[in-house]
Nanobody
């Protein structure tokens, strides 16, 4: 079993910053990709940012230049630094990991609420 525990969500004013963290634990042999998704009310879940085991990153166009994803491979953690937050960033943010050993599997966190007030 694999568990993902997210932290760092909350309420912030527009222009402010938040840092999300996600810790993976359990039967983890190899994490390929780690990432963050978000889902706003009435909208589809969307990719915010992802990072591979080699450090390659991918960002949604709407967050480029404002958000930074990083990972600590030794601790199986992934972080999302969110700066210059906008009201449209309000959503539930989900941690996501893709493992490749012993087989390809995808795991999700329970989600953490981020609310940006204008």
């Amino acid at each position: 079993q694999v568990q993902l525990v997210e932290s760092g969500g909350g309420l912030v004013q527009a222009g402010g910053s938040l840092r999300l963290s996600c810790a993976a634990s359990g039967s983890i042999f190899s994490i390929n990709r780690m990432g963050w998704y978000r889902q706003a009310p009435g909208k589809q879940r969307e990719l915010v940012a992802s990072i591979t085991s080699s450090g390659s990153t991918n960002y949604a166009g709407s967050v480029k230049g404002r958000f930074t994803i990083s990972r600590d491979n030794a601790k199986n953690m992934v972080h999302l630094q969110m700066n210059s937050l906008k009201s449209e960033d309000t959503a539930v943010y989900y941690c996501n990991i893709l493992t490749t050993l012993p087989k390809v599997q995808e795991f999700w966190g329970q989600g953490t609420q981020v609310t940006v007030s204008s």
